[in-house]
């Protein structure tokens, strides 16, 4: 479904091979060590410092979270996939064009055409490409699963311009390419590894569609939790903590010491359990027979595993629809151990060979802004009965629990702790 302009990337490789080289071109990027060390913990900064500008600028339209952190997530990982001359944005500081381009994900017809692309890949990939006389046909036909403009076209339009910019100005001469950006790397290895132009075209629309709504969308359930008044302990507990964390001389926690912090990150565990956002199943197939438990998977099956349920596994996480952030803490109150149960299934980034390559870069851009935030800001929920809705692949995904959702939309209240 990600395939990006007819090309294929990491994520749409069907071969083991293939997949597992063109990781290995980019990974170290997105390690860590290489995040903490390099200028992405001042990038995420800035962001996080944007974020809280824009919070004060425009205080009215700022409470509604689904849309402005999706102007955070995208400004983050847009300057970490092309840096800041050529395909950088600036939705939170008000650029009205980057901004629209969040527009593109909002139409409910994408669930249809997801669906359609889940279940007749073929027929989906022909009439969506289809062009000039017999694209007007199959538009006036209505057998396109949801009229164009598609999903996320206009931000693969936004990446296709930030590639050609690069090359552009690479072949003038310009040194815009720096190997602190996933585009820079692909243009360090491109004569190497025999890479085409939309070879590397395609790994970067890909990685900045996989890091929009998935911060966004963890970002906005996680704040929204912390903000109804059956939350509101866990939130003091939170700015607690906070408040008590050493910072460097300009009020910053220290980016090494956040995954330390045991509410922050159970806190973070927990939304994520309950919030994943890509709750579906992921799809897996190996080319040979093979035994797992002990039961003899043929070659070519589609098996597969959800992070809806693992997370919802009761013997595991007794009461399970409930928020509990401490269920991820042991008794004296430091965070569980690795070789835990819960840790073991928790599945919000996947595992194994094609688990999330954002990761550590996700967790960096959600517990630097929520480290900020709640220090400087207690969040009260606007309307405590309704959840947020988002879109997951061809479902609606929301707090089971409530009885009223409103889909891409979540208020809340911003107050700003004196002193
Ligand atoms: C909270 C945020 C995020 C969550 C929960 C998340 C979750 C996931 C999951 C579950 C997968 C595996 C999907 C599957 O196998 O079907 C995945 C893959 C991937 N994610 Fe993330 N992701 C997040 C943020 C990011 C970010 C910031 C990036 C930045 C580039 C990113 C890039 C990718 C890529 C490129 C893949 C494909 C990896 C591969 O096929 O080897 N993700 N993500």
């Known amino acids: 479904m990600f395939d990006a302009y007819g090309t294929p990337n990491m994520f749409t490789f069907a071969s083991g091979v293939e997949h597992r080289n063109r990781k290995k071109l980019v990974s170290h990027m997105y390690s860590n060590q290489t995040l903490m060390e390099r200028q992405s913990v001042e990038m995420v900064k800035r962001k996080v410092q944007a974020f809280l500008t824009m919070l004060k600028a425009e205080s009215d339209s700022a409470s509604e979270i689904f849309t402005t952190l999706h102007y955070f997530s995208f400004d983050a990982i847009s300057e970490f996939v092309f840096g800041t001359k050529y395909g950088g944005t600036n939705a939170l500081s008000g650029n009205t064009a980057d901004r629209r381009l969040i527009n593109d994900i909002l139409d409910p017809a994408r669930r249809r055409l997801a669906w359609f692309g889940i279940h007749f890949p073929a027929y989906t990939k022909w009439v969506t490409t289809r062009t000039g006389l017999v694209g007007k046909m199959v538009d006036g036909l209505g057998l396109l699963p949801m009229n164009k403009p598609f999903t996320y076209s206009g931000i693969r339009r936004h990446a296709l311009q930030a590639f050609y910019q690069h090359k552009n100005a690479i072949e003038g001469g310009e040194k815009v390419a720096e190997d602190t950006t996933v585009i820079g790397r692909l243009f360090q290895v491109r004569e190497k590894h025999r890479l085409s132009d939309m070879d590397i075209a395609s790994e970067c629309a890909d990685h900045l569609l996989a890091g929009i709504d998935t911060t966004a969308d963890s970002l906005m359930f996680l704040i929204w939790a912390l903000s109804l008044p059956q939350h509101e302990r866990y939130q003091n507990q939170l700015r607690k903590e906070l ?177």
């Open 243 to 419: 408040l008590n964390s050493q910072v460097d001389e300009a009020g910053w926690l220290y980016p090494r010491h956040l995954s330390q912090l045991p509410w922050l990150t159970a806190i973070l565990r927990e939304s994520l359990r309950l919030y994943t956002p890509l709750p579906a199943f992921e799809e897996r197939s190996a080319p040979v027979d093979t035994v797992i438990d002990g039961f003899t998977i043929p070659a070519d099956t589609v098996v597969g595993m959800s992070p809806y349920c693992m997370h919802r596994e009761e013997s595991v996480f007794p009461e399970p629809r409930v928020f509990k952030p401490e269920r991820w803490l042991a008794d004296d109150g430091t965070l569980l151990p690795e070789s835990a149960p819960q840790n073991k299934w928790f599945w919000a980034f996947s595992n194994g060979a094609r688990m999330c390559i954002g990761m550590y870069l996700a967790n960096a851009e959600m517990l630097m802004l929520l480290a900020a935030l709640y220090r400087q800001y207690t969040t009260v929920a606007r309307y405590p009965d309704t959840t947020p809705g988002i879109t997951s692949r061809y479902e609606i995904f929301c707090d089971e629990s409530m009885s009223k959702m409103t889909e891409h939309e979540c208020w809340i209240d911003f107050q700003r702790l004196s002193g």
